[in-house]
């Protein structure tokens, strides 16, 4: 039986590599959520379906998660979601005192808000359908540990999934749900391909590893914390940035 799995985010970028991961592995039936997702639901193969979510708004989110549950359960026969990744992001660059209310609000509304309402859909699913085991992965990023000049809201936003991480995984650990937040450092896909030349290499001397990382870099991760090879790991802050921190 495959189980499922929902990528809130995975129209592009580091979402997008985690989503193919997940149907590529044969294991999971995978719904893609995003806002330029064309229609409501489209079906794309048997183990894959977008729906189109807007992720800072509850209502959205918790229509498009009940679609792809009740689409794939019916495949399945066996109802419920089993894995959560939340890879929605946006970043606005501007020191603290330049930014308005409008960038502020975008930003935290995107990536704190957007997997409250996520992680608080996948629970009332989990629950309601009895799963025996799950995972849910939050995308944070390590500027959220660190922080940075020009990155203060982003930072916030992103440091917030720390406290919802540790905090849900203490409320689901009985129902054998693990949560995980994961922290990529400067990743060369999505948000960071237009980096300055001059910064990404400043950046690349800062790590250990003397590089950017990859999106694959990203992706294993996330497939090790989904898979059962990692089922005594939850609550966790985990740093995928070649040393950065
Ligand atoms: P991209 O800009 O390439 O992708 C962002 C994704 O988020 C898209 O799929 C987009 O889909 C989705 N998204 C944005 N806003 C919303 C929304 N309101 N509702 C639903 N989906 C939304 O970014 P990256 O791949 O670079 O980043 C992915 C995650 O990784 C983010 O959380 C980011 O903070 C984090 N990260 C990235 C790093 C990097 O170096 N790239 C480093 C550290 C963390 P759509 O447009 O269809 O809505």
Redesign the pocket.
Known sequence: MKRVAVV??????????IADRLVECGEFRVGV?????EKSIVIESEDSIRAK????SLDEVGRAMNAVEKHFGEVNGERGVHVLI??????HDGVMASMNETQMDRIV???LL?PMHSCKVFSRLALKHRIQSGSIVN?????GSIGNVGQCV?SAS?SGLQGLTKSLAKELGSRNIRVNLL???????????ELDPDYANEVKMKTCLQR??T?ED?SNFAMFLVRPESEYVTGQILRVDGGLS
């Open positions: 809130v985010g995975g129209t592009r970028g580091i979402g997008k590599a959520l995003g806002r330029s997702v979510c807007d992720a800072t939340n890879a929605a992001g946006v970043n509304r995107t990536n957007g995308i944070g990023s390590v500027i982003y992103k922290e990529p450092g400067y990743i060369d896909i999505g948000m960071t391909s950017l990382g999106v990203v």
